[in-house]
């Protein structure tokens, strides 16, 4: 089971790339220690994920589960900074999350980004899935 969260991970890590450079394209460095950081993480996972491939030891996947959980709210903080562009709105805080997901959901922020931020729950829930197994086995 391991190897279908890495499936689902270059996947999504294919469309990140798209994005990562359609960023660094037009973005102009905004929110550049956020998408960076979560770049960087996200690519960081393949480390302990493939040692767990390989070993079959659960520490490893838990490793990685916690890059993922530690690191994935950079990637939706961009989504909101961006969303609250698009919406010209601002609430302090996570006020914006659920209004961002929305204007996702609108297609405001386009088909990349809203797969991008659907497909995070395969990544993110299938390594967890992956975790209790091992654990558990």
Partial sequence: MGYLVLA???IQAAVGVTLLVSWARHAKGRS???VLTHATA???FLVPW???IVTDAAVWAWTGFVILTLFIGFGDA????RA???AGTYRPGLGDYGPAIAVAFS???GRRTTFHMLFSAVVFFGCLAV???????
């Fill in 8 to 10: 689902a991970w270059i």
């Fill in 32 to 34: 550049a220690g956020l």
């Fill in 42 to 44: 996200m690519v960081v």
């Fill in 50 to 52: 493939i040692a767990f």
């Fill in 78 to 81: 961009t989504m909101v900074r």
């Fill in 84 to 86: 609250r562009e698009v």
């Fill in 107 to 109: 297609g405001r922020l």
């Fill in 131 to 137: 975790c209790i197994i091992a654990t558990a086995g």
